[in-house]
């Protein structure tokens, strides 16, 4: 007779078949094939996450398990409305997860190795192969990520990206939507070179159901810089993942706003490998009604001495919205003098919302300095008073307020005015989902 853990797992791998029976691998040469080959097979192994999984039990997989797509009511589309349409930058646009040249930047002109993965993959010889679904596969322990192994797997193209040198031209990625019921799987590798430096921009709404994976691998004393926008649509289904290895001296820092949406979940996986590492992932979500379910989950591993990280989660939630995170620190016995920084607060603007919370610290050296806290609450009475009695008016008064809930979370943006533009646009959000 099967135990409870049997039926479950054969579940997993009943569904993980059933999805992959509705697609097909995407060509390549050699060693594409063969990762995408090694991916599928790890994920009929070890199956697609169902609610009863530990890290599930707060978000239902199942709109990203089923092979089916649900419709997203398409907004009309406006290219002046991209977040960084007034950044110098490269842009790079794909429409319902192709790739769309004539609305994209030359990359040859980037000043550094670009081009596509689905050109890369046709190679039976390209560096991408040393990372392809290698951070990705490293990072199925001690916490599966099945949706990323399907991205892997399936993923018909993508960035990928070598920089050798310091870059101050942004790289930034459009994804936009043309078809509703769209399905779109994009995945990108990334690789920093010791000393290099790049900041690479996201926005667009992407598709009616998006899976994104990005493999970032920063070398010694390299800089990686990330900032992302995930908002517009109101249906849409989003399930990314970021998966990054840091060298010595290096640094990694990623925020992500999230603003509208059916389902979104967000996922990052980082190993500090070398002495001296620093990591910070932001994140500010902004959520309006029922259908909005957003979560955030982070996994972070100290390999290292005298390394730093910092995870900073703010969510704003109103008239049933629900948002979720995850977030944990693993210190090695080796990572002696570690300092870990974990703060997730939800400001919840009515009583029907929920903030779903599982901070953890798993620490094995004894040299350390690790915290991390969660909170939720309402606007605090006496601050909305004070601002009240000097003749600003309510609406005002919680907009002012808000936006200083979310501050910590975007003051991890490097750029300044990458962060004034991610203000403004929360400002702007505020204003027009006034109560």
């Not at 596509?116 to 991408?128: C, G």
Request: proline share 3%.
């Amino acid at each position: 007779m099967q135990s409870r853990r049997q039926r479950i797992d054969e579940q997993k791998r009943g569904l993980a078949e059933k999805r992959l029976a509705a697609v097909s691998l995407p060509a390549g040469g050699a060693w594409a094939t063969a990762a995408r080959q090694e991916a599928r097979q790890r994920l009929l192994d070890a199956g697609l996450p169902v609610r009863q999984d530990e890290y599930w039990r707060f978000t239902n997989p199942g709109l990203f398990t089923d092979a089916g797509v649900a419709a997203a009511e398409l907004l009309p589309a406006d290219d002046r409305e991209a977040v960084f349409a007034g950044v110098d930058c490269l842009r790079i646009v794909f429409v319902d997860g192709v790739f769309d040249a004539a609305r994209s930047g030359d990359l040859a002109a980037a000043g550094i190795e670009i081009e596509r993965l689905a050109d890369a993959a046709t190679r039976d010889i390209h560096w991408a192969r040393e990372l392809y679904g290698k951070l990705e596969a490293q990072c199925q322990s001690p916490v599966a990520r099945p949706l990323a192994t399907l991205n892997t797997a399936t993923a018909g193209d993508g960035l990928v990206i070598r920089v050798g040198k310091p870059v101050e031209r942004p790289v930034s990625v459009s994804y936009l939507r043309k078809d509703a019921g769209a399905e779109a799987v994009l995945h990108h590798v990334i690789r920093l070179e010791p000393g290099s430096r790049l900041t690479l921009l996201e926005d667009g709404p992407g598709a009616a159901r998006f899976s994104s994976v990005a493999e970032v691998e920063v070398g010694d004393g390299a800089a990686f810089h990330h900032v992302r926008v995930q908002g517009r649509d109101h249906g849409r289904q989003a399930v990314t993942a970021l998966f990054v290895r840091l060298g010595t001296a290096s640094v990694c820092k990623s925020f992500t706003l999230t603003a509208n949406g059916r389902l979104t979940r967000n996922e990052v996986m980082a190993e500090l490998t070398g002495r001296e590492g620093v990591l910070h992932v932001a994140g500010a979500a902004v959520g309006d009604g029922t259908a909005f379910h957003q979560d955030d989950t982070v996994f972070i591993t100290h390999a290292a001495e005298r390394c730093e990280s910092r995870q900073v989660f703010k969510k704003v939630l109103r008239r049933g919205a629900v948002g979720v995170f995850q977030g944990k620190i693993l210190v090695h016995p080796e990572a002696q003098l570690t300092d870990g920084y974990q703060i997730s607060q939800a400001l919840l603007l009515d009583e029907s919302c929920q903030f779903l919370a599982k901070p953890e610290l798993e620490i094995y050296a004894d040299d350390v300095k690790c915290s991390h806290g969660s909170t939720s609450g309402a606007i605090d009475p006496d601050m909305l008073f004070y601002l009240r009695a000097r003749g600003i008016g309510i609406e005002e008064a919680q907009r002012l307020l808000v936006l200083a809930f979310l501050a910590e979370a975007l003051d991890e943006i490097e750029d300044d005015t990458l962060a004034e533009e991610i203000r403004r646009r929360l400002a702007g959000w505020l204003e027009r989902h006034r109560a």
